[in-house]
Every structure is written in structure tokens, then in C-alpha cells.
Nanobody, 122 residues
């Protein structure tokens, strides 16, 4: 059974840095796609970053300069580091996993975590 668990969210001041974690069990992250989405109330989930087999990465243009995605295969965990946090980064951040990356479309991914909340105050 595949389980995805996010952690690392919290309340931070604008300008700070936060690192979110995505622990995947029952699935090998070294041969998978891990993708982060975020969602604010009333809006659709927005794909922000993905990493495929630990090597290839993609970022949404709106976050490319401030987000870094990487993973530690020994810990079965992918990370999303957010620099220079802005109030508009406030959202629930979700991690999803699957065999292949198929773009930032949430319906393409089978395994999801419950999300971790990030709140940025100005």
C-alpha cells in the first residue's frame, strides 16, 4: 500500500525559508515522479514543482526563482524548499507520487498525501 505523508508546514514571516517534506512508503521514489501542488480556498490545485527519478526537475514559472525540489532516496523523501516566502505562497501544499510525471494535472497522479498548511504573514 502506497502512503504519502507531507510535513514541514507552518506559519512564517515573509522573506523566510521553509522546507516541506514528502515521505513516500510502498513506492520507490528513486524511480518515480514526485510532484508538489498547492491550493488556496476556492481555487484549483496548482502544480508548482516536480522531480522525476531524482534527476529531472520542473518548476512553475511563477515559483521557479524561489522553489527548490530535491529528494533523498535513502529516506524515501522528497523535499520542497521555499525561499523568500511571500504572503501569496499561503496555501495547503500537497505531494503526489506516481510512476511517471504527466505535467501539473492533479488527475494524472494516483497517490496523494493529506497536505501541509503554509501560512505567510507580511
Amino acid at each position: 500500500q502506497v502512503q504519502v505523508v507531507e510535513s514541514g508546514g507552518g506559519s512564517v514571516q515573509a522573506g523566510g525559508t521553509l522546507t516541506l517534506s514528502c515521505l513516500v512508503s510502498g513506492y520507490s521514489v528513486s524511480s518515480a515522479c514526485i510532484i508538489w501542488f498547492r491550493q488556496t480556498p476556492g481555487k484549483e490545485r496548482e502544480g508548482v514543482a516536480e522531480i522525476y527519478t531524482g534527476n529531472s526537475t520542473w518548476y512553475a514559472p511563477s515559483v521557479k526563482e524561489r522553489f527548490t525540489i530535491y529528494q533523498d532516496n535513502t529516506k524515501h523523501t522528497a523535499f520542497l524548499q521555499i525561499h523568500s516566502l511571500k504572503p501569496e505562497d499561503t496555501a495547503m501544499y500537497y505531494c503526489a507520487a506516481d510512476r511517471f510525471c504527466r505535467g501539473p494535472v492533479e488527475d494524472e497522479y494516483r497517490f496523494w498525501g493529506q497536505g501541509t498548511q503554509v501560512t505567510v504573514s507580511s
